[in-house]
T-cell receptor, first 110, second 113 residues
């Protein structure tokens, strides 16, 4: 079982819709969860982090965490073509290091 | 300059060459990291430095040799690489290794011929 799992996509959503990106993790002791956005040919950019169960909102982005289900998600409201990128889920586990998923490629269509 | 910078941005080297990658962070952080990103694979952590001391070597072959002279600078010395070492090499920094908000540099695209 992979430590951090994401659907590779592509996830295609029309402009203005809500994009929902999902991530599951295997280490039950994980404490911190991060979402990075990576445009093609660029480096990852931190866009959200969440430490507690529930929702955390920042502008058009909402991170959701459910530790019991070992599940973290990222919602992007009013999706824009500029949101088209690969979204990396990263989890800080008991080994005190970040483990990354392979990423989900999001395509926002006009 | 702000954030995390890396040079060179692109590097092509033969298997017998020796080259170095450089990373500099201007964020006042104390921890620095080297990652390798290959196509279709998750980011792989290579090395971690905290306050200039190496705290993690993630079973990286000895043909990769890191150096951290101070908390702001990190190098990755390369020698006798293999074609499968071709990848994007990313440097990142964070306030400390216990604070997981890591900020990445633009990366060096390495091609080994």
């Amino acid at each position: 079982q992979k430590e951090v799992e994401q659907n590779s996509g592509p996830l295609s959503v029309p402009e203005g819709a809500i994009a929902s990106l999902n991530c599951t993790y295997s280490d039950r002791g994980s404490q911190s969860f991060f979402w990075y956005r990576q445009y093609s040919g660029k480096s990852p950019e931190l866009i959200m982090f969440i430490y507690s169960n529930g929702d955390k909102e920042d502008g058009r982005f909402t991170a959701q965490l459910n530790k019991a289900s070992q599940y973290v998600s990222l919602l992007i409201r009013d999706s824009q073509p500029s949101d088209s990128a690969t979204y990396l889920c990263a989890v800080a586990g008991t080994a005190s290091k970040l483990t990354f998923g392979t990423g989900t490629r999001l395509q926002v269509t006009l | 300059e702000t954030g995390v910078t890396q040079t060179p941005r692109h590097l092509v080297m033969g298997m017998t060459n020796k080259k170095s990658l450089k990373c500099e962070q201007h964020l006042g952080h104390n921890a620095m990291y080297w990652y390798k990103q290959s196509a279709k694979k998750p980011l792989e952590l290579m090395f971690v430095y905290n306050f200039k001391e190496q705290t993690e070597n993630n079973s990286v072959p000895s043909r990769f040799s890191p150096e951290c002279p101070n908390s702001s600078h990190l190098f990755l010395h390369l020698h006798t690489l293999q074609p499968e070492d071709s990848a994007l090499y990313l440097c990142a920094s964070s306030f400390q290794t216990s604070s997981y908000e890591q900020y990445f540099g633009p990366g060096t695209r390495l091609t080994v011929t």
